[in-house]
């Protein structure tokens, strides 16, 4: 069983358009994420939430809107899609902050 | 706030050496540091985590170490082996809430058969 899983592995969407990737952990933990790695492989933190609460919000473009319906769940909505967001999305969750942060396969978004 | 910086960018050896990565982080505070391999096209797979209090961990042929006071982690692989191709991702812990990690930009390591 996968335990972080996130749909869809591959995107391509078109610019101003508006997508979203879902993110599901099987872990019971209590603490997700979701990171950004860019086109130099460089991986950066953008949100995260403990117990369906946001607790991180790095300086993100307000079109990023994740949403936690529950705590085994973290979605990230995109809006007005730019070309600079092509990406690859990676969500993770650990059981709190000072553990073992597990990682999804992430999902590569390109935009056109 | 954190940097994390990994020496080398890229590293290829001979199958059967033993190997350091290095990883050198700029605020002492750090909460844990974890290294992660990252193969083509996939997620990060954690290798092992090393909380504050903590000096070194060992996994098999992998150990991990810390120095908090002078600011530097180093991963070592003994006996290295093809399937060790991969890249070596450096992580700080930022804290012990869900405050999340701050990455190096990693080793390229490839070990030629």
């Known amino acids: ?112 | 706030k954190q940097e994390v910086t990994q020496i080398p960018a890229a590293l290829s050896v001979p199958e059967g050496e033993n190997l350091v990565l290095n990883c050198s982080f700029t605020d002492s505070a750090i909460y844990n540091l974890q290294w992660f391999r990252q193969d083509p096209g996939k997620g990060l797979t954690s290798l092992l985590l090393i909380q504050s209090s903590q000096r070194e961990q060992t996994s098999g042929r992998l150990n991990a170490s810390l120095d908090k006071s002078s600011g530097r982690s180093t991963l070592y692989i003994a006996a290295s082996q093809p399937g060790d191709s991969a890249t070596y991702l450096c992580a700080g812990g930022r804290g012990g809430g869900a405050d999340g990690l701050t990455f190096g930009k990693g080793t390229h390591l490839i070990i030629q058969p």
């Open chain 1, 1 to 112: 069983d996968t335990a972080v899983s996130q749909t869809p592995k591959y995107l391509v969407t078109q610019m101003g358009n508006d997508k979203s990737i879902k993110c599901e952990q099987n872990l019971g933990h209590d603490t997700m994420y979701w990171y950004k790695q860019d086109s130099k492989k460089f991986l950066k933190i953008m949100f995260s939430y403990n117990n369906k609460e946001l607790i991180i919000n790095e300086t993100v473009p307000n079109r990023f809107s994740p949403k936690s319906p529950d705590k085994a769940h973290l979605n990230l909505h995109i809006n007005s899609l730019e070309l600079g967001d092509s990406a690859v999305y990676f969500c993770a969750s650990s059981l709190d902050g000072g553990n073992t942060i597990y990682f999804g396969e992430g999902s590569w978004l390109t935009v056109v």
